[in-house]
Structure formats: structure tokens, C-alpha cells
């Protein structure tokens, strides 16, 4: 595979991942967050899988199906269940609008672009195209954590920006060495288990996971 | 070619001398308007034919009054450039148009107003303006800019006993002289403390001033010619001003008087400090886009006919800012033709706001005239009533809305065109604002395009919605001259760019590096941008336009269509007879976008049914009640009113009405004054 | 041969554009299990219209007689601009993707007008509705055309077609695609198709450009509809032959104009069948949705400019 396709390539599947960050600020159904991030991870996986091929390195292939297995299968298994177990509704309420937080994205992005470009000025690989994309990533899940309401919806953010920083990773390092991804992989399953009891608590404390009910605590 | 223009320079003094002399010996009888408009009419040709040679003149410097007459008694020296000649165009052209209008437009006011002060004061104000770009000293200018601030203050108060103008024309005052002092230590700091020194020695000073000082300079700058130009949040008295003023003078004040902001800014910028730091370029920018997007937005909120016109001054002036601002980041770069071509899109601009702006005012003039109202709720139907003024209205409207093949389109292709170039700024923080900036525009001009799209709809379309609206009648012949005056210079700015261009970029070439060479932006009846980056002719769209127009119902007439046409009633839902009350309002038209928009607008709704007695289904009276507080009104100035406010209370106490107590003010006063003077 | 050919193509395009608007709705009822009216019904709709009297509101002015000429006029000398069999032709240089952009414009702007005329509350919120969608689309327009003119090195739309073919890698470039699908979601609201408005109706309080016509009748009504589809088959053309220009004729040899005539009815076929399976699976957005589709569009535009300029 020559380098400009396969930089044409990164670049290209790193925006198909960023969009599908955008897609939760656009959609109002949980299940609607649920599957564009499933379709993210997938479309990071192959990525993972494209890289491992440049680069003639069978441990990406390896940390490619690891990601596949959890983040494809497993975490949107379990986000469904606990959507079914708190019977959450489906209408999600941010606190700002979705035209405003659309437009915010996009700006977040515009500004992962002038915060990188100095990093993309220097580096000479060919998957630098992807970077300010990654970062962007990283912020509009940011985003989602920080305007949306319910705490599952805030999971998801939360996937999302992992998700960046997976990407940020594989783009700038062409992956890291496999045992500290097992690492990473394993902090997220745990991160996601813990999170995933909590809710289970805010909901059987207030009846509903809006995190709002949080401020009557401090009464 | 210097004694033409000290005889053109003489004419306009003289004319106007002529016109506020007539004015004040002859008041308000019919020969003392006449001779109003003749001598403003004469002055303003001469402003016009002025600009018009100093622009198109092989020399830079036509006119040079320092060379025949140094030190006359005042120090007040003159001097026509080329930019000055841009203004001066402005100033001429609306100037006739609004002197034509004025004629029988001011008829009305006999008996009820001072047509003597009046006709002064609509003399002095254009001849001040004149003034004020020749003038070559920084005394000169200040001075010019009181004389235009105080007569347009005066002017303002036309109609005073009307509700509402004496408060305008308090916050008109106190905003302009804000403005002025931050000019005037603008001015001591650019010249070095010497307001006679020549704007020649201030090109050389401001040179090697400290970059701290430049910077006070620029904000200074800012402050004073943003306040005068109604950038946003400066602007709060535009939109209060110019409604209540008579409509000619609206014309004046929105078509010309806020340009001298933007000839200030362009004049002290560019050719006396000579450009800046990038981050000047990035203020002015911010400042245009911000003002552009919000006086949109405002206008459309309003049903107030001149209120809305004078929102889009606030509009206008921002996409001028949006020009300037390009330039001056592209300057501080060094990509000079780039600059040019957002400096001369910031001017082209300026003068199709004058010619369009004028034209709209004086057009929402004779309704206002016609149908004694400004609110657009009670208008309607005026385009079978008012033929002439509703054709009129609606090429402002179409220019405004910066349609082709009219003026309005073709400075804003400009401008995009301009911010299009932003890729190849080397700086991604500067080029990251340029797609920013294009979308501003275009939401801007969108947004323009509806708002019109309902001013023009609602008040002149369809049936009418009040008794004066049904009975409105044609305005009289010097009126509709003087709209036609400045519809024809719409469409004629519009076809002919190939001309105004080169001009405009002559006007600042040399300034500030700019090349002394105008960049290629021609050729032929075509406008090309520099790097040929883009191109188009308006000239041709036209011609293109035109030749569809008639080629489509020849067409159809070749093969037989079907031309039969019978007129009946509007279909009503099968019930006959429609009245005013099923037609779409105002207020529905701009709804959706006040809902889109509702996080800045905030509206606060009152609803009040009334219901009958006996049963809840049956509605007696609904009434609905909703404002809009702008926001900068309800942020920025009423928290700082009510400071000024406490502060003033304080301030009372010491007022006890007790004369003994006063005297004690003055012992205290004096035996202070000694001890000062003992110490320093 | 130039000028010939610019003529050619605008009779082509006005030829193709009630076929286009036929196809999209015959394969719609297909896919709805219905059996439809043929592709060319949109023909026999003009002869029709072309052939019944006229019935004009007493409320309307000049303005409204006015209006659909303008509005024809205005679409058909976009046409004379675009790049459609070939590429560069002897009008590209007098207008380019703003002038195009603001033609449809002047001719959204007199249709509104026409609408408030006759004074009926349907013509009055069409025109409404219509201004909203079409200010709030705007500045997608205008980002998605810098997008564009950025990899090009232009505004005109020959200098694009020819640009992107002589370097086709760049059509796989983000900047490219998200440009392209903010293009795309633009079109669909400004030619009035669903999500934003649905081209299917009359009388519903749902309905956008169908309640601004409403008062129209005869051949003004036959004018006006024919805009409106010369306008999808611009936008379509848009899509088609600025973002995949394969096909589009350098030289004017026959075999080469033969071959883009093939391209662009391909092409325009293949962007109706897209549009009516979206049609048949999205519902109607409530209005004031509308807006956050139109910031989606923007975002994706203001992705492609910075994705194709930023990293330059």
C-alpha cells in the first residue's frame, strides 16, 4: 500500500469516527448513542486493523480484536441491558440545545486543530492528518459528559473520549505496545463496571438517573 | 486641475452657505424651502462631481488648500484625496437625493415645526461632513466631526414633542460624545500632543510611536469612530435616533453620517498609523461579524419600519468592519493585494449602504407620510396605493438583501471573496477565522434576505391592514425624484463594478504598502479577484437576466400558451370574503426564526384569555404580548445606568438646600485650593 | 461552438428536470408497494398547466404576475453558469459558485413576495418557512463552496470540474466527502424535499413551498413548478459533477458531449434513486427541527473547510 492512499485512508476513517462522536450531539434515543457507538468502534477497529497492516505489526491485529470484542460486543451488550434494568426514557434532555451544541462541536473542533497543528507542523508521519481529528474526538466527548443529563448518556460520553484517545494513541504512536493497551482495556471495563453500579444506586435511590437529583443530596 | 477643484470646493461652501442663509432669512415659506434644497442641491453636486474627479484625477492631490492659504487664522486646513473622494461621493450622492426629497418632503412640517432651523441645520450638517474629509489637520477634523455630531443632534430633535425623540436624542448625545473624547485623546496621543500638527507630520510620528501607545491609539480609535459608526454594543443609539428623526435626515445620518466612523477607522488604520499587529485585524473582524449577525437579528424583530432600517445600519456596518478587518489581518501579513481586495469591499460597500440605506429611509419616509405610521402591523397594500414608492422600496430591499444583479451583491462578493483568500494566511489562528467569518456573512445575508423579504411583504403587499393604509396616496414628485436618485445609483453600482473597482483600489493605494499599482482586478466587464481566486460580471448577469425576462413570455406566446386570465377572490378555505385580520402578521413572519434564535432573544410572553362566563370553551378576547429586550440594553447599559444612578443619589446629600451650608462648600473649597497651591 | 453548446445544455437541462422530479416520485411509490404515475407525468403536468387559464387573486399586484418570470429567468440563467456536458464553457467566467448561490436566492426572494401578495395566511407562512430554511442554509452553502473552492483554487465551477479531474485523489479527501454530505442535506431543504418539506402534499399545515404557490394557477403556475425542478436538477448537478466531475467533457468532440450526456443523466438518475429511499425512510421533521439538521449540515461543512484547509 503506498503512503498517500494510506494516509488518505487514516484521515478518511478518522473523520468517519469523529462524525460518528458528532452523530450523539444530533440524536435524542439513547439506543441512537448506543449504536453510533458500536459503529465508532468498528470503524476504529478496522483503522487498528489498516495501521497493523502499514506497519507490519501483528500485535495492532491483536489489540484489534480485543477492541472489537469489547467495545463492538460487550459494552453495547451491556449498555442495552442497563437501559432495559433503570427503563430509562428514551428522549434525552440536554441542557443546552441541539443546534448550540452542534455548532460548539464544531468549534471545539476548530480548536483541536489550532491546538495540534504545531504537533502536525513537525511530525512526518502519515497518519498525522488523523490527529487534530482524534483530539476533536476527545473533546466532543467532553462534550456530551458534560451537557447531557442522564447518567447513561454521560457513559456513553465517556466511551467516546476513550474511544479519542485510543485514536490519538494509535495515530501517534502507531499503538502502543499491546500490554499496556491490555492495560487501558481493562481500566475502561473496570471504569465502565464501576459507573455502571452507580447507576444502579442513583437509580434506586431517586427513581431516575437524571443527574440533576445529585444536587438534592447536599440538602 | 487644481483650479477646478478650488472652483468645485467653492461651489459647495457657497452652496450650502446658500441653502442655511436662504433657510434662515426666508423660514418656512415655499420660496424658503426652495432655496434650502437649491443651495444643499448645488452643494451636494458639487461634493459629488468633487469625489468624483479627485477619484478618477492622474494627480493624488487635486485640491490642496495648506499650499494657497498656510496659516489662516483657525490653523484649519483642507486638503482632497482619493479616499476622501470615496466620501465624498457618499456625501454627494445621498446628499442630492435627500436636498430633492426634502423639498416637498419638509412641506408637511409647516406651521408644526422650525422649517428655519430645520433648513440651517440640513445645510450645515453635509457641509460639515464635506469639511471633515478634506480636512488635513487633526484640529480641523475634530472640530468638523462637533459641528456634524451637534447639527445631526439638533436635527434629531426635529419632531420634539413626539414621545420618545427628546430621550433618543439624550442617548444619541451622550453616546457621540463619548465617542468624541475618546477621539480627542486619540488624537493628542497620534499627533504628539499637537492637534494642528498636519496629518503628513502624524504619518511620520505615528511611525515610531511604542507599540503600548499604538495600541491605546487603535482602541481609542475603536471606541470613538465605532460609537459614531454604531458598532455593536456602541450602537444602542441608532436604533432610537434614527427612527424618530425626520425621515430625510434618517437618510443622512444612516446613508452617510455612521460612514464617517468607517472613514475614520480607514483613515487613522491604514493611512496614518499604517496598518498593526494582526490582532488589530482579528478585533475588527470580530467587531463586524458580531455586529453584522446581531443587527440582523434585531431587525428582524422589529415591526417598526425605521427601526428596523436603522438595525441594518448595525447589519451594514458590521459586513464594512468584515472587509476592513480582512484587510488589515492581510496587511499585517504582507499579502497586499489580498488587503486591497478586502479594504476596497469594505468601501464598495460602504457607498452601495449609502446609496441603499438612503433610498430604503427615504421610501419608509413617504409612507410614513402617506399613512402617518411607522408599524408595519398597520400597513399593507401600499403597492397598488404608492406604485413609484413601492417599486423604489423594493430595489433597496432587493440591493440590501445583496441580490444580482444590484450593489449590494456585488460589494459583498467582495468581501467573501476576500475572506475566501484567508486559506493561505500562514497563522492557523488567523485562518481558522476566515471560514468563521464566511459563515457570519452568509447567515447575515440570509437572514437579510428574509428580513426584507417581510418588510417588504408585509407592508406594501396584499390588503390593507388599517383605514390610513387604505387611504394612502403617492408621494409628490420631488420625492419620488429624490428616491429615484439613488435607485438609479443602486442599479448603476451594481452593473458597472469594472469602473467603481479600480477606483476604490487607486483610493488606497500606497497606503500602508499597499501597492501604488491597483492590483488586476479587471478585465473587461469582468470582476476578477487578484490570484484569480474568482470571477463574475454583474453587467453581464444582467444582460443575461434581462434577455430570459423577455425571451420567456415570447416564447410562450410562439406556441400557443394559454393567456386567458380571469381575477376573483382569494381562496379562502370556502369562506368568502377575507379580510386584513386572516393575513400573515409581522410578528408570524419573523416567528420561526424567533424560535430558532431564542436562546439570544430570550422573549418574555404574556398571554390573557378571556373567557365567558358560563363556560371555558367559549374565548371572549385573547390578548398575547411579547418584548424582546436586546440584550446589550438588558447586560451592558441598564446595569450601568443604575450605577450611574446610586452614584447620583449620593451625590445628592450634598445638596441640602441650606444656603449656609453651600457657603461652607465654597470656604471648604477655597481654603483647599490654598493649601494645594501651597503644596505643589 | 461554445455558445451553441451553453444553449444546448440549458435546453437539456430543462428537458431532463420534469423526468428527474417524474423518477424520484415513480420510484417512491414503488418503493411504498404503490404502482405511481409514469417517470414522464411531469410532462403531461406542464402541457396541462401550460394549456388552463389563468385565476388570479384580486388582492395581487404587478408583483404577482411579475414573480414567475423572474423566478424562471433567474434558475435558467444559473444554468448558463454550470459546467453540465462540459467544462470550461464561455459563461463559466461570468459568474461563479456565489453568483449561483445568490441567483437561486433572488429567485427564493421573489417567490416569498409572491407568496404574501394575495394576502392568505397559507401563502404568508410558506414564505416564512421558506426564508427561515433558506437564511438558516445560507452559511452551509457558503462553507461548503469554500470547501470546495479551497482544493480547487477557486470559486468558478469549470476551474472546480477541471481541478478534481486532473487530480481524482482528492474526491476520497475528507474535505471532499463531508462537503459533499453537507451539500447534500442543503439541497434536500432547498429544493423543498423531506425531511425539511414534503413535496407530496397540499394542504397540510406541515407544507412549506407548496403553501407559497398555493394562489398560482395556469401558466404562471407551469413556470413556477418548472423553476422549482430546474432547481433540484441544479443542485443535483451540483453534487454530480462537482464531486465525481468523471464524465464531464474538456474538449467539445461529439463522442466526448455524447458521453457526458450519458454521465449526467446517469448521474442525476443515480442521486434520484438516493433521494427517494431517504424519502421513503425518514418522516417529516417537526419545523423546528429544522434547524438542527441545517447546524448538522454547517458543522459538516465547517469540518470540510478545516479538514481540507487546515492541513494544508
Known amino acids: 500500500m503506498n503512503t498517500a492512499l494510506f494516509a488518505q485512508l487514516v484521515t478518511l476513517s478518522s473523520s468517519v469516527v469523529l462524525l460518528f462522536g458528532i452523530t450523539l450531539l444530533w440524536r435524542r434515543s439513547l439506543t441512537a448513542y448506543i449504536d453510533a457507538f458500536r459503529w465508532q468502534s468498528l470503524v476504529l477497529s478496522v483503522l487498528f486493523v489498516l495501521i497493523g497492516y502499514y506497519s507490519n505489526d501483528p500485535e495492532l491485529y491483536l489489540v484489534a480484536v480485543f477492541f472489537f470484542a469489547l467495545k463492538v460486543i460487550v459494552l453495547p451488550i451491556y449498555l442495552r441491558r442497563l437501559q432495559a434494568r433503570v427503563k430509562v426514557v428514551n428522549e434525552i434532555e440536554p441542557y443546552i440545545n441541539i443546534a448550540t451544541s452542534l455548532i460548539l462541536a464544531g468549534l471545539l473542533v476548530l480548536l483541536a486543530y489550532a491546538v495540534t497543528r504545531p504537533l502536525v507542523a513537525v511530525s512526518t508521519l502519515p497518519t498525522r492528518g488523523g490527529l487534530p481529528l482524534a483530539m476533536g474526538l476527545i473533546f466532543v466527548g467532553l462534550l456530551v459528559v458534560v451537557t447531557r443529563k442522564k447518567a447513561l448518556t454521560q457513559i456513553v460520553g465517556f466511551l467516546v473520549m476513550e474511544n479519542g484517545i485510543a485514536l490519538l494513541a494509535a495515530l501517534g504512536t502507531y499503538g502502543v505496545p499491546f500490554i499496556i493497551e491490555l492495560g487501558v482495556f481493562l481500566d475502561v471495563l473496570m471504569g465502565f463496571l464501576v459507573m455502571q453500579v452507580f447507576v444502579y444506586h442513583i437509580y434506586g435511590t431517586f427513581e431516575s438517573i437524571d443527574v440533576n437529583q445529585l444536587s438534592e443530596l447536599k440538602h | ?680 | ?312
Not at chain 2, 527 to 550: D, E, H, K, R, Y
Not at chain 2, 669 to 675: D, E, G, H
Not at chain 3, 194 to 220: C, F, K, W
Open chain 3, 1 to 312: 461552438m461554445g455558445y451553441v453548446l451553453e444553449i444546448a445544455q440549458v435546453a437539456l437541462a430543462l428537458a431532463l428536470a420534469p423526468g428527474l422530479v417524474g423518477l424520484i416520485r415513480w420510484l417512491k411509490a414503488r418503493l411504498q408497494n404503490r404502482r405511481g404515475a409514469p417517470p414522464w407525468q411531469p410532462y403531461f403536468e406542464l402541457t396541462k398547466l401550460f394549456q388552463k387559464e389563468v385565476v388570479m387573486s384580486n388582492n395581487a399586484s404587478w408583483l404577482f404576475r411579475f414573480a414567475p418570470y423572474l423566478i424562471f429567468a433567474s434558475t435558467v440563467a444559473v444554468v448558463f453558469l454550470m459546467p453540465l456536458l462540459a467544462s470550461p464553457l464561455p459563461f463559466d467566467a461570468i459568474g461563479d459558485l456565489l453568483v449561483v448561490v445568490y441567483l437561486l436566492l433572488l429567485g427564493t426572494f421573489f417567490l416569498a413576495l409572491a407568496g404574501l401578495d394575495p394576502g392568505t395566511a397559507f401563502g404568508g407562512m410558506g414564505a416564512s418557512r421558506e426564508m427561515t430554511v433558506a437564511a438558516i442554509a445560507e452559511p452551509t452553502i457558503a462553507l461548503a463552496i469554500f470547501g470546495l473552492a479551497l482544493g480547487a483554487g477557486s470559486t468558478n465551477l469549470g476551474r472546480i470540474v477541471t481541478e478534481t479531474l486532473a487530480d481524482p485523489g482528492v474526491v476520497i479527501s475528507p474535505g471532499h466527502l463531508l462537503a459533499f454530505a453537507a451539500l447534500f442535506i442543503v439541497t434536500l431543504a432547498e429544493t423543498g424535499r423531506l425531511p425539511v418539506d414534503n413535496p407530496a402534499t397540499h394542504l397540510e399545515l406541515t407544507m412549506i413551498h407548496e403553501a407559497m404557490i398555493l394562489e398560482y394557477s395556469g401558466r404562471y403556475l407551469a413556470l413556477i413548478e418548472w423553476a422549482a425542478w430546474l432547481k433540484l436538477t441544479i443542485f443535483f448537478t451540483l453534487l454530480a459533477n462537482l464531486f465525481l466531475p468523471w464524465g464531464v467533457a474538456t474538449t467539445l468532440a461529439p463522442g466526448d458531449l455524447l458521453i457526458a450526456i450519458g454521465a449526467l443523466v446517469l448521474k442525476l438518475a443515480a442521486l434520484g434513486v438516493v433521494v427517494a429511499i431517504v424519502e421513503t425512510r425518514v418522516a417529516k421533521l417537526r419545523l423546528f427541527r429544522v434547524p438542527e439538521l441545517l447546524s448538522v449540515s454547517f458543522v459538516l461543512a465547517l469540518l470540510a473547510v478545516t479538514s481540507s484547509f487546515l492541513l494544508k
Open chain 2, 1 to 680: 486641475m487644481a483650479l477646478l477643484s478650488a472652483l468645485l470646493v467653492m461651489t459647495l461652501v457657497g452652496g450650502y452657505g446658500l441653502g442655511a442663509l436662504g433657510a434662515l432669512l426666508l423660514g418656512g415659506r415655499p420660496a424658503g424651502r426652495f432655496i434650502t434644497a437649491l443651495g444643499g442641491g448645488v452643494g451636494a453636486l458639487a461634493a459629488l462631481v468633487l469625489g468624483v474627479s479627485a477619484l478618477a484625477a492622474a494627480e493624488t492631490m487635486p485640491f490642496d488648500w495648506n499650499a494657497a492659504y498656510a496659516d489662516n487664522f483657525l490653523s484649519l486646513t483642507f486638503t482632497v484625496d482619493r479616499l476622501g473622494g470615496v466620501f465624498l461621493v457618499v456625501i454627494g450622492l445621498v446628499g442630492l437625493a435627500v436636498t430633492i426629497y426634502g423639498y416637498s418632503y419638509t412641506a408637511a412640517y409647516t406651521g408644526r415645526y422650525s422649517l428655519r432651523l430645520l433648513g440651517v441645520l440640513i445645510n450645515v450638517l453635509p457641509l460639515s461632513l464635506a469639511l471633515q474629509v478634506m480636512a488635513d489637520n487633526a484640529f480641523t477634523f475634530l472640530l468638523m466631526w462637533e459641528i456634524m455630531s451637534l447639527s445631526a443632534y439638533w436635527l434629531v430633535l426635529t419632531e420634539s414633542d413626539q414621545p420618545g425623540t427628546v430621550r433618543s436624542g439624550v442617548w444619541y448625545i451622550a453616546m457621540t460624545h463619548l465617542g468624541f473624547a475618546a477621539l480627542t485623546a486619540m488624537f493628542l496621543l497620534l499627533a504628539g500632543n499637537d492637534l494642528n500638527a498636519s496629518f503628513a507630520a502624524i504619518r511620520a510620528h505615528a511611525a515610531v510611536e511604542t507599540a503600548l501607545m499604538r495600541n491605546g491609539i487603535f482602541w481609542l480609535a475603536l471606541v470613538g469612530f465605532g460609537s459614531k459608526a454604531g458598532i455593536i454594543p456602541l450602537h444602542v443609539w441608532l436604533p432610537m435616533a434614527h427612527p424618530v428623526a425626520p425621515s430625510h435626515v434618517s437618510a443622512l445620518m444612516s446613508g452617510v453620517v455612521i460612514k464617517m466612523g468607517i472613514y475614520g477607522l480607514v483613515r487613522v488604520l491604514f493611512d496614518l498609523m499604517g496598518g498593526g499587529p494582526t490582532w488589530w485585524g482579528g478585533v475588527v473582524l470580530g467587531v463586524g461579524a458580531v455586529s453584522a449577525l446581531m443587527g440582523v437579528l434585531y431587525a428582524l424583530m422589529e415591526h417598526d419600519l425605521k427601526r428596523l432600517l436603522a438595525y441594518h445600519s448595525v447589519e451594514n456596518i458590521g459586513i464594512i468592519l468584515i472587509g476592513i478587518g480582512a484587510g488589515l489581518i492581510f496587511q499585517s501579513y504582507g499579502m497586499f493585494t489580498l488587503a486591497a481586495l478586502g479594504i476596497v469591499g469594505g468601501l464598495y460597500h460602504t457607498i452601495n449602504h449609502a446609496s441603499f440605506k438612503g433610498l430604503l429611509f427615504l421610501a419608509a419616509g413617504s409612507v410614513l407620510h402617506a399613512a402617518h405610521t411607522r408599524n408595519m402591523e398597520e400597513m399593507g397594500g401600499l403597492i397598488k396605493r404608492m406604485p413609484w414608492t413601492a417599486a423604489f422600496f423594493l430595489i433597496g430591499a432587493a440591493a440590501i438583501s445583496a441580490l444580482p444583479p444590484l450593489n449590494g451583491f456585488v460589494s459583498e462578493w467582495l468581501v467573501f471573496q476576500a475572506l475566501l483568500g484567508g486559506f493561505s494566511l500562514p497563522v492557523p489562528e488567523a485562518a481558522a477565522a476566515m471560514p468563521l467569518a464566511v459563515g457570519a456573512l452568509a447567515l447575515t445575508s440570509g437572514l437579510a434576505a428574509a428580513c426584507f423579504v417581510k418588510a417588504f411583504g408585509i407592508a406594501f403587499l396584499a390588503i390593507p391592514r388599517s383605514h390610513e393604509a387604505e387611504h394612502a396616496h403617492e408621494a409628490t414628485l420631488s420625492m419620488r425624484v429624490g428616491m429615484g436618485v439613488l435607485a438609479v445609483a443602486c442599479i448603476g453600482l451594481g452593473l458597472a463594478p469594472f469602473v467603481v473597482v479600480p477606483w476604490l483600489a487607486r483610493s488606497v493605494a500606497g497606503m500602508a504598502g499597499l501597492p501604488t499599482t491597483s492590483p488586476t482586478f479587471t478585465a473587461g466587464a469582468l470582476i476578477q479577484t487578484p490570484l484569480n481566486f474568482g470571477s463574475m460580471s454583474t453587467t453581464w448577469l444582467a444582460v443575461l437576466l434581462l434577455a430570459l425576462l423577455g425571451l420567456a413570455p415570447l416564447l410562450m406566446r410562439w406556441l400557443r400558451v394559454e393567456w386567458r386570465l380571469r381575477v376573483g377572490d382569494t381562496w379562502g378555505c370556502g369562506r368568502i370574503g377575507q379580510t386584513p385580520r386572516m393575513e400573515y402578521t409581522a410578528t408570524a413572519f419573523a416567528e420561526p426564526l424567533r424560535r430558532v434564535f431564542a436562546e439570544l432573544y430570550r422573549p418574555t410572553k404574556e398571554l390573557t384569555i378571556d373567557f365567558h362566563p358560563e363556560s371555558k370553551y367559549f374565548v371572549q378576547s385573547i390578548e398575547y404580548k411579547s418584548e424582546i429586550t436586546p440584550v446589550f440594553e438588558r447586560g451592558l447599559y441598564e446595569p450601568l445606568l443604575g450605577m450611574v444612578r446610586a452614584l447620583a443619589f449620593q451625590v445628592r446629600r450634598l445638596q441640602a438646600g441650606s444656603l449656609h451650608l453651600y457657603l461652607v462648600y465654597v470656604v471648604i473649597v477655597l481654603l483647599v485650593l490654598l493649601i494645594a497651591t501651597r503644596w505643589f
